[in-house]
């Protein structure tokens, strides 16, 4: 079984801080994804990154898959309350062919 | 399109219940599955499908039974409830799943079950 160890669990910041969530896994993924979930709702999908050492920017998030393609970061600059919610990675491919394997998600609140 | 539609919304069930839960998708996506989310433990597969006719075991799929008579509809049954199955259940759908890539999966709303 495929294993993806998310970091820290839980982010409490101020507004305007930066922050790094990271996703890392001891197997290699063809590709990883992150997801982002508000309360009450399903996690909706916000980048795919699919080739080692590749930086994908989305305004103020940027995510990064590691030159082995065994981990993933995202980093957030000047965070906003808008920016609340649970964050999830998700790696397919290797040995989970047909299966979207979860990491336990990063709990962030932001306060203004 | 209404996208990936879950009835229903919260179930309460008592112990050895069974019941079925609906997941409908209107995008024509070839592959469904249905996960489990409980507190610290992020998303957990219970079981998927590439197509019609075609199903297969997830990570947790002790307890609950699917099949896929048609494109749109993916439904997972709890055949005698346990406690341990109090979660939220989401059901997704995405256009494909290779073995090498992951398409964009889109998840519908939910259903909050409590087993007493």
Known sequence: ?112 | NAGVTQTPKFQVLKTGQSMTLQCAQDMNHEYMSWYRQDPGMGLRLIHYSVGAGITDQGEVPNGYNVSRSTTEDFPLRLLSAAPSQTSVYFCASSYAFSSGMSYEQYFGPGTRLTVT
């Open chain 1, 1 to 112: 079984t495929q294993l993806l160890e998310q970091s820290p669990q839980f982010l409490s910041i101020q507004e305007g801080e930066n922050l790094t969530v990271y996703c890392n896994s001891s197997s290699v993924f063809s590709s990883l994804q992150w997801y982002r979930q508000e309360p009450g709702e399903g996690p909706v999908l916000l980048v795919t990154v699919v080739t080692g050492g590749e930086v994908k920017k989305l305004k103020r998030l940027t995510f990064q898959f590691g030159d082995a393609r065994k981990d993933s970061s995202l980093h957030i600059t000047a965070a906003q309350p808008g920016d609340t919610g649970l964050y999830l990675c998700a790696g397919a491919g290797g040995t989970s062919y047909g299966k979207l394997t979860f990491g336990q998600g990063t709990i962030l609140t932001v306060h203004p």
